[in-house]
């Protein structure tokens, strides 16, 4: 018997290729592995399809072999990867390279058995061993303890050709060894908000569904996965956690592992094998509960029955480069395929999902309290118009800090740029310190020595003691950053511990974990540092937060910076007050009239989002409108330019507004031009229209690059 086999290869290719199968004996090759000639050479592919006949003429090449005896690719996971393709205009090869692990391209071989341990089988008569004085050893350790597992037996230094005797004698049996998942509770009973929301998922959790938990932080959004976690399991049934970021933080793989005594974790850390284990016993149905970031979305599951995606408006979620996939987006799409509920949480909601919310997609259950006496932190807008500050702060915020230290609290202050100071400046003609390869200023950092740094590119430079451009000797640095203020709190508070986070000191998972341990024990202590501190800890001592220059987003070109300002402030103000002690917020801001900070301050994110929200309306941007950036970088940035509009020129004969080109935020970095264009539509079919006539456009080589971005979350 001949099949035609439609494989998928993991090529930068647009479409699929044939092959000839003879022997074939089943269609179980759809999502099986192949090995077919490629090129010059040959590559490991994906059948997604078995044909009797082809549409491509001329003559087909053969399979070289067949990898898997089954699928190891489940058919929901196929269709998403045709959905990326078309969605992200991205070709289906990479589609399928970004999302198999390399292991599984390599041809690798699955083994879908479960790990197993050795167990007795009961026997009717006392069993005589005579001579054989390791079997009988072996036996009478088995009696006593029931089963035994590898690891137990190579510690007991039984060989396994004992125990395989033993099992064809009839003794021994192997038992497969699966994760029991059993639930604790803990002692917490859930309030009657996070009530209704297990209860309204739990009474749709065969059928497709967006349930949004909208709770503020420390709401107790993660109980909520928790209890509709547990009924998925007790059916047998897996579940896929999706987290932003798990190596900043390990305590939540551990909170799941305490909670149901077993948990695999899926993330980029993870070594190539690691991941290709954990991978193939999702796919075995061994593993059923799953904590990943984002690629973890494409495990293949053999019976999936939940999403959640915790903190669903971060932007780690969305993929920079190659695909430029949202892991949210896809993890909705994949519950739709399978029919299943999917949980998106957050406190700070990005507002697609508001918008989905407010036309009925989405079905939205708020949090509004904590739990218990934990109490939620009011905003305050510290005016510093006219006032000098000092490392980046005004005398009145220092006092404000005074306060909570003599009160014994922890203090937290937020200022989101690592380093000593923002830039160098000569006083005298007004010369800034600018990196040679991209067109930014360059960073002052005195740790550990003082040097000058690209923030992009990473180069550094020494910092000169005379201007280049009038010789004269008056630099100075202006614009405290994390460094500094470090420095200049330590001046006026001698005596009291301060912690700084960011990238430079906080390079491994374990300093950052290290670090907030430290800060679970009560006692006065400041922590200066950037967006690292918004990731999910909790500080149970932190009564102050203080936010410094971080309105500064508000300002921005990039029409997303105000959402992930927001979203910013809202997150790091939730580490406080969490315990009984209330907390307070203030914003150090130098135009506490604008709207956003004054809506912020009254009504918190959801006040925020309502003013946002008339703004995108009015200028027609997402969710409001569909978006897709094109960009492109290059050598000469008049070629760049000239190609984009070549570009744009080719969407003819539609509605779909056509903007730019413009020199990117950046125009400059490591050296290549770059320029920026983007197609807006209120009709996303027609946005997508638009960008099918474009997508296929060569780089014209490597003078030239460019690519799309649809759904951008990054404008830069
Ligand atoms: P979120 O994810 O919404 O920020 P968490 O799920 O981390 O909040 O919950 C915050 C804290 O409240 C945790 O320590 C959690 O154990 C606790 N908690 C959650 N629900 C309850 C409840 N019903 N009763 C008491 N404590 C709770
Ligand atoms: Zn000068
Ligand atoms: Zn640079």
């Given amino acids: 018997m001949t099949h035609i086999l439609r494989v998928l290869i993991p090529r930068p290719v647009w479409r699929t290729y044939d092959y000839v199968l003879h022997d074939a004996t089943s269609n179980a090759l759809v999502g099986a592995r192949v090995r077919v000639p490629f090129g010059p050479s040959s590559v490991v592919g994906i059948v997604f399809e078995v044909a009797a006949r082809s549409e491509h003429l001329g003559e087909l090449k053969q399979v070289m072999n067949v990898v898997d005896q089954q699928p190891i690719v489940s058919e929901d996971l196929l269709k998403l990867a045709f959905w990326l393709a078309s969605y992200y205009h991205c070709p289906i090869g990479t589609v399928i390279e970004t999302m198999l692990p390399t292991d599984v391209l390599r041809g690798r071989a699955i083994n879908l058995e479960p790990d197993f341990e050795w167990a007795i089988v009961p026997q009717g008569e006392k069993v005589e061993f005579k ?143 690691q991941r290709f284990e954990i991978w193939s016993r999702v796919g075995s149905g061994e593993h059923r509960l799953v904590l990943g970031t984002r690629s973890a979305v494409f ?110 609290g922890q203090v937290l202050v937020l200022i989101n740029r690592r380093g000593f100071a923002v830039s160098v400046v000569c006083h005298d003609c007004g010369w800034r310190a600018n990196c040679q390869d991209c067109d930014v200023i360059l960073t002052l950092h005195e740790q550990p020595c003082r040097e000058l740094r690209c923030h992009h590119c990473d180069r550094r430079y020494e910092l000169p003691d005379h201007c280049p451009d009038c010789s004269g000797n008056r630099l100075v640095s202006v614009g405290a950053a994390t460094q500094r203020v470090v420095e200049t709190l330590a001046e006026a508070f001698p005596g009291v511990p301060i912690r700084r986070i960011d990238r430079d000191v906080i390079n491994t998972n374990r300093k950052l974990e290290h670090t907030f341990t430290e800060l679970q024990l009560p006692g006065r202590c400041i922590l200066v540092g950037t967006q690292m501190l918004a990731k999910g800890h909790h500080l149970p001592n932190v009564t102050l937060v203080a936010v410094l ?63 946002e929200l008339i703004l995108r ?59 920026q264009a983007a197609l807006v539509d209120r009709s996303r079919k027609r946005l997508h229209e638009a960008l099918g006539k474009i997508a296929k456009i060569p780089s014209p080589g490597s003078r030239i690059r460019w690519s799309i971005d649809v759904d951008p979350i990054d404008m830069s």
Avoid at 232 to 245: M, N
Avoid at 246 to 254: D, F, H, K, S, V
Avoid at 584 to 610: C, M
Avoid at 644 to 656: A, C, I
């Fill in 131 to 273: 001579r054989a004085t390791r079997q009988q050893e072996t036996w009478n350790l088995l009696v006593n303890r029931g089963a035994l597992t590898d690891p137990e037996i190579r510690r007991e230094g039984i060989a396994r050709s004992v125990l395989t005797a033993m099992e064809k004698k009839g003794l021994l049996r192997r038992k497969p060894l699966l994760p029991k998942y059993q639930f604790q509770d803990r002692g917490i009973k859930p309030t009657a908000e996070q009530e209704f929301a297990i209860q309204s998922v739990l009474g749709s959790l065969n059928q497709f569904g967006v349930h949004v938990l909208d709770g503020v932080t420390g709401s107790g959004k993660t109980e909520v996965y928790i209890r509709v976690i547990k009924e998925v399991l007790a059916k047998g049934r897996q579940v896929l956690v999706l987290v932003p970021e798990i190596a900043l933080t390990p305590q939540t793989a551990n909170h799941f592992r305490e909670r149901f005594g077993s948990v695999a974790v899926l993330h980029s850390m993870r070594t190539n094998l």
């Fill in 299 to 408: 495990t293949p599951f053999k019976d999936l029955g939940l999403i959640v995606v915790d903190e669903e408006h971060d932007s780690s979620y969305k993929q920079s480069d190659s695909l430029r996939y949202s892991a949210r987006d896809a993890a909705v799409v994949r519950a739709n395929d399978l029919g299943i509920p999917v949980i998106l949480g957050s406190a700070t909601l990005s507002l697609e999902t508001v918008e989905n919310i407010n036309r009925n997609k989405y079905k939205a259950y708020r949090l509004a309290a904590r739990p218990g006496t934990a109490k939620l932190p009011k905003f305050q807008l510290l005016d510093v118009r006219g006032q000098s500050l000092r490392g980046g702060m005004c005398h009145p915020l220092i006092e404000i800090i005074r306060r909570h230290l003599d009160g014994e």
């Fill in 549 to 611: 220059r971080a309105d500064a987003g508000f300002f921005s070109s990039d029409f997303r910076a105000a959402e992930r300002t927001a979203q910013l402030i809202v997150q790091v103000a939730g580490r406080a007050g969490r315990a009984e002690r209330e907390g307070e917020v203030w914003i150090q801001t130098y135009d506490p009239d604008h709207p956003h900070l004054e809506s912020l301050a009254k009504s918190g994110y959801r006040g925020f989002v309502e003013t």
């Fill in 617 to 675: 309306r009015d200028a027609n941007f997402p969710p409001y409108s569909h978006l897709a950036l094109l960009r492109a970088e290059g050598s000469n940035s008049e070629e760049v330019k000239t190609f984009l509009h070549q570009v744009l020129r080719e969407v003819t004969g539609t509605s779909t507004e056509k903007l730019g080109p413009v020199p990117a935020y950046i125009p400059r970095l490591n050296n290549r031009w770059r320029c």
